[in-house]
Structure formats: structure tokens, C-alpha cells
């Protein structure tokens, strides 16, 4: 069973700063850090306030904290908005209003990019491919390096500087997410209060069976001509009314919708399925519709999302296996090798299997601290609650047997299974869904807020 992640990958997590909604394009700020402009700003820190575009021979625009966003940089960004405008049909004049909302976006990024590199935010380098890959696939290639060379031989650095911008997005997400979730406060008592609200009837145990198709997009959200989208619109709605059809041949809506549309259309029929095993966006959608209902087109950054709601079955109870877990942890670090760390695990490995107790073991050697005093107790744990190399193993390991060393992300670790069951989590599933919905209606507002706090504790100096 396959779901489609709706989160934002692209740079649509930098024009969501509020660009979008004044100029309706969007904007290249693929060059807002200037590496080449930093040295020369900082020499210049102490006699900032005395810059003005007349004195200024570097083609500084704008002085922000420490770093520097270059005339050239603001001018590429407006000129590439006019482009895309022009080329949907809806040119925008070079009026100051579109130059102090680009350069509002570059400063907006720029603080941001600061930011991560001060509290060292590295995104993970899987899911930057992955992104890649999904590039790759809508230009038609087979391959990342398929396409590093096309964009190479168009023009070289090409694929560098893309990598570049993935990188800074997906940086820039982390961060967002992480600023968000230290400010949206959610309690027990406002849990207890959303699930006492109509609206929480929707967070029930039922199985769906659905139907999830996805109009991909022809190009980075960013980069989509109004044309480009509205087609893309148009064979979402043409596949909503063929699915609306009772007992429709969902492979055959799916054909006969493609029609010459030039990225195959992805997903199809379901089966059944916990809401709690889906997105959050996803779920929302669902418990809202009738059996037989179609969802209107859901617009996201990866493309136009379909649903239709087959069948449904109602459930009291949600039963998920859980197993109890135990765990020795050896660190891979700057004080500790892989090598010397292998040693190490492999040597209590031996001791397990000549009498030693594991929980003895764990206690005095494991470095995990949140465990090793309890004897490396990890208490009952749940499917997906923890990393895949560690669950697999964890589910293969019988209940009462000791796993054989094995690495992961942290270091190498030896496991034990103390028991397994099958447990009741209707009411944790709900409590989870509950904090999640009023996460999304609090989230929105406390990144406005956390922007313009950024913003407003920063030195900019505006050059012009």
C-alpha cells in the first residue's frame, strides 16, 4: 500500500513568505546567499551605516546581519517573476512594490539560511535524492545521473546549483518545522477539549477503502505556467467525474483520463486501510466523505490529488503488535571508531552468549542514557516508532532471544525481546490525531509570527 507524501519539498516552502500572493509567480532566489560577497561585507561590518548605493562598488543591495544580497541577485529574481508572468499570460511591470516583495523574500531566506548554519541543520541526504529521482522521473529520465548530464550539457554547474537549492529547501522545512513546533503549545485540557467538538467524530477506528490518484505536475511547482497548471487541473476534474461513476473500473478512469496529458498519472485503487495509517492531510479528506464520494481536486506542491472513498468499515478497536524491547547501544563518534565500536559490541555479544545477563550488560556499558539504567529497557514498543534497521530486526528476533550485533544511524546495538502483544490504541490513536488537527489550524499563524520576529531581530540595511 502506497500514500503519496503531500509535504512541500520545493521552493515553495520560500515563496509561501508571502511572495505568491502578491505577484503570482514565482521567484529564482537560487543566488540569495553570495559567498563571494560575504568576506568583503564582513570586512566592511563596522561602517555599514555609511554604504550607499553610490559608495558601494560591490553591487550590495542589501546588508543582512553578517552576509550580503548582491543588485544582481534582486535583479535575476525580479526578472525571472516577469518571465513567468509574461509567459502565462499576465505580465507585471517592474514596479517598486514587486522589488521590495522580492527583496523581502531574499531576506527572509537569507536570515533563515543563517540561521541553519548557526545551529549546523543538515537535511538528510536520502531524502534530497529521493527529490532528485522524482525530477528525474518527470523529465522522463531513468536516473540521477541521467539527469546531471542533461542539465550539465545544457549548462555546466547546472545540476550542482539544483542540488544546491534542494538542499537549502528541504534545510529551510527542517527549521521551519522545528521553530513551529516549539511554539504551538497544545495541553492536555485543549486534547480533552477537541475531542469533546463535533468535529472529533471524525477520528474514529474504521477501515477505508479508497481510491488515491495523482495528477503529477510537468515541472517544479515553482516553475508551473498558469497553463501548465490549469491543465493539469483539467485532468484532475475530468478523472473526479469518471470516478464518480458507481462500480467505475478504476484502472480504466485512470487510462481514459491520461488522454495526451505527458506525465503518467500515479496510484490508483487502495484496499483498506486505519486512517491512522495515512497522512494527516490525507485522513482529514477521508473521514469527511460518503461512501461513493469523489473529493474535490486537492492541490499540493507534488501535484492534484483525487480520492474517492469505495467502501468503509466500522471498527471499535485498533490493535497494533507491540513488542517489549531491550537494547544495548555502542556510540559511533568522534571519541569512539566504527571499528573500535564493532569491538566493543561484538565482545558483549560473546558475554551474552557464555551466561552474561543482558540487562546487567546494558546497564554498565550501553550508551544510551535514557535506557541503560533501566538495564537497556525500551518498555513496549510499536511499529514504526522506531528506525527501520532497528524495527526490522526487532521483529524478527524471537520473544525471549537476544539479537546478533547490527548497525544503525547511532552505532551498533544488540537487542532483546522480553514479550509481545497485541494492544488497544483507539484511545492514543485518537489523543494523536486530535493534537495533530489543532496543530495545522495553530501552525500557519506562528510561522507568520516567527518570520517577522526573525526579521525584526535582525540588522538589515536596505542599500537603495
Not at 522580492?102 to 535524492?129: C, H, Y
Not at 515553482?222 to 475530468?238: F, H, I, P, T, W
Not at 513496549?380 to 527501520?388: C, L, P, R, T
Amino acid at each position: 500500500m502506497r500514500f503519496f507524501s503531500l509535504r512541500p519539498t520545493s521552493k515553495a516552502v520560500f515563496l509561501s513568505m508571502g511572495l505568491i500572493a502578491a505577484v503570482g509567480m514565482s521567484v529564482n532566489a537560487q543566488a540569495a546567499t553570495v559567498n563571494a560577497a560575504k568576506a568583503q561585507a564582513t570586512a566592511q561590518k563596522d561602517s555599514v551605516a555609511r554604504l550607499t548605493p553610490a559608495n558601494s562598488t560591490d553591487g550590495i543591495i542589501a546588508l543582512v546581519n553578517e552576509n550580503a544580497i548582491l543588485k544582481s541577485d534582486l535583479i535575476a529574481a525580479i526578472a525571472q517573476t516577469q518571465a513567468r508572468a509574461k509567459a502565462a499570460g499576465e505580465p507585471i511591470a517592474n514596479s517598486a512594490q514587486l522589488q521590495s516583495e522580492v527583496l523581502n523574500a531574499l531576506i527572509l531566506r537569507e536570515l533563515q539560511l543563517s540561521l541553519i548554519k548557526r545551529v549546523g541543520l543538515t537535511p538528510d541526504e536520502a531524502a534530497i535524492n529521493k527529490r532528485l529521482e522524482q525530477i528525474a522521473k518527470a523529465e522522463g529520465l531513468s536516473s540521477i545521473a541521467a539527469l546531471q548530464q542533461r542539465l550539465d550539457s545544457a549548462q555546466s554547474g547546472s545540476y550542482a546549483n539544483l542540488r544546491a537549492q534542494l538542499i537549502e529547501d528541504a534545510a529551510i522545512q527542517a527549521l521551519q518545522q522545528r521553530q513551529i513546533t516549539n511554539r504551538v503549545r497544545i495541553s492536555e485540557q485543549d486534547i480533552d477539549a477537541f475531542l469533546a467538538s463535533p468535529e472529533a467524530k471524525r477520528l474514529n477506528q474504521s477501515e477505508y477503502q479508497t481510491v488515491h490518484v495523482r495528477v503529477p505536475y510537468m515541472d517544479d511547482y515553482s516553475r508551473l505556467s498558469d497553463a501548465q497548471r490549469n491543465e493539469a487541473l483539467k485532468v484532475a476534474q475530468n478523472l473526479r467525474t469518471r470516478l464518480l461513476v458507481p462500480n467505475v473500473d478504476v484502472a480504466e478512469a485512470i487510462a481514459a483520463s491520461q488522454g495526451s496529458y505527458p506525465i503518467p498519472l500515479q496510484g490508483g485503487d487502495m484496499g483498506f486501510h486505519k486512517a491512522a495509517a495515512l497522512p494527516t492531510e490525507l485522513s482529514s479528506e477521508i473521514t469527511k466523505l460518503e461512501v461513493g464520494a469523489v473529493s474535490a481536486p486537492l492541490v499540493t506542491p507534488e501535484g492534484i490529488d483525487i480520492i474517492k472513498l469505495a467502501n468503509k468499515k466500522a471498527s471499535d478497536t485498533m490493535l497494533v503488535p507491540q513488542w517489549h524491547t531491550r537494547h544495548i547501544l555502542v556510540k559511533v563518534d568522534e571519541l569512539q571508531t566504527d571499528a573500535l565500536a564493532e569491538q566493543k559490541i561484538n565482545d558483549l555479544y560473546n558475554q551474552l552468549r557464555n551466561g552474561a545477563t543482558f540487562d546487567s550488560l546494558a546497564s554498565t556499558y550501553s550508551d544510551d542514557p535514557g535506557s541503560a539504567g533501566r538495564g537497556g529497557d525500551l518498555d513496549w514498543v510499536g511499529e514504526d516508532q522506531m528506525i527501520a534497521p532497528f524495527e526490522a530486526m526487532m521483529k524478527n528476533t524471537a520473544v525471549g532471544d537476544y539479537s546478533a550485533p547490527f548497525k544503525t544511524q547511532f552505532g551498533w546495538h544488540i537487542l532483546k525481546i522480553e514479550g509481545k502483544r497485541q494492544q488497544d490504541v483507539s484511545d492514543e490513536y485518537r489523543r494523536t490525531m486530535a493534537r495533530q488537527a489543532l496543530y495545522q489550524r495553530l501552525a500557519p499563524q506562528a510561522k507568520e509570527d516567527w518570520l517577522q520576529e526573525l526579521r525584526a531581530g535582525a540588522y538589515i540595511q536596505v542599500l537603495g
